[in-house]
């Protein structure tokens, strides 16, 4: 319950200052109006039920849910999004290129959810804040990454990279997949994976201290349905592999698993708006 309360006070929050600065607009002169933000714009909030492992690099698997949010503008074309993409502002929007800042919500882990982490310190809950690109250098594929700095979560810098290339089986479905790939830097991987002499007393572990590189390489794909103009529902699943500094980690070697899988069916809806 608390994943879909944060992700929804999120859409919340981001709707309300859009409201907010929209009506700021009333009071000022025709010719001032034509600032940056000025357009039509479209917000599109949803929610996605997942079944993953337990915590990343767990061999146990439960079901999560996890907040879809994004927003651009109007009038450049979409040609393709992912539940992979996060919470993201299109500032420039050419529709063959696409950036601005991003954000992620990083959920924590307590050392008494599952017996695998007894022992380990709690990661907090916290965000992701930086910036992400993504082009097409042909009309059915697209590159995206994302550059992303922790906060309370981790102290780390996480680096997403996505390629999918997409097709439309019929005009409102769509099948889509391709290559995935994670950097983390030392900071990251010390709170979810690291385990100090004083974790290693407690939990069993064996002390370990991982140092800067790529985490993880998998692939991923979806079945996509444009249900109606406004709403759009998926099918997708994800394969993970744990490598570099993280897969060295005790607690991945020990207790959990280099081989990552996810399934899921996400929901959202798109509301249009001009300031």
Request: hydrophobic share 35%; with cysteine.
């Amino acid at each position: 319950m608390r994943c879909w309360i944060y992700g929804f006070s999120a859409a919340a929050l981001l709707a309300g200052t859009v409201c907010a600065s929209a009506a700021d607009l009333g009071g000022v002169s025709e010719p001032s109006r034509e600032r940056f933000y000025s357009g039509d714009w479209s917000l599109t909030i949803g929610a996605a039920a997942l079944y993953l492992p337990e915590f990343e690099g767990g061999d146990h698997y439960r079901f999560f849910a996890q907040p879809l949010v994004s927003f651009g503008r109007q009038g450049t074309e979409r040609r393709f999004t992912s539940r992979n993409d996060n919470i993201s502002i299109g500032i420039v929007d050419t529709g063959a290129f696409r950036a601005g800042p991003t954000a992620k919500v990083v959920f924590g882990r307590d050392n008494d959810d599952y017996d695998d982490t007894f022992g380990l310190d709690d990661v907090e809950f916290g965000v992701e804040v930086g910036v992400f690109a993504e082009f097409y250098p042909l009309d059915w594929l697209r590159i995206r990454g994302e550059v992303r700095r922790g906060i309370n979560a981790h102290d780390g810098i996480v680096a997403d990279g996505a390629v999918d290339a997409f097709t439309y089986l019929t005009p409102s479905l769509r099948l889509s997949g391709g290559p995935r790939i994670t950097y983390g830097t030392a900071d990251y991987v010390d709170a979810y994976y690291g385990v100090s002499f004083a974790e290693s007393l407690r939990s069993g572990l064996s002390e370990y201290n991982g140092d800067s590189g790529v985490s993880s390489y998998g692939v991923g794909g979806a079945l996509t349905w444009k249900t109606t103009e406004r709403v759009e529902t998926s099918l997708f699943g994800e394969y993970r592999r744990l490598t570099g500094p993280v897969a060295d980690s005790s607690l991945v070697e020990e207790r959990g698993d280099r081989n990552q899988f996810s399934v899921g069916v996400s929901a959202t809806y798109r509301f249009d708006f001009s300031l």
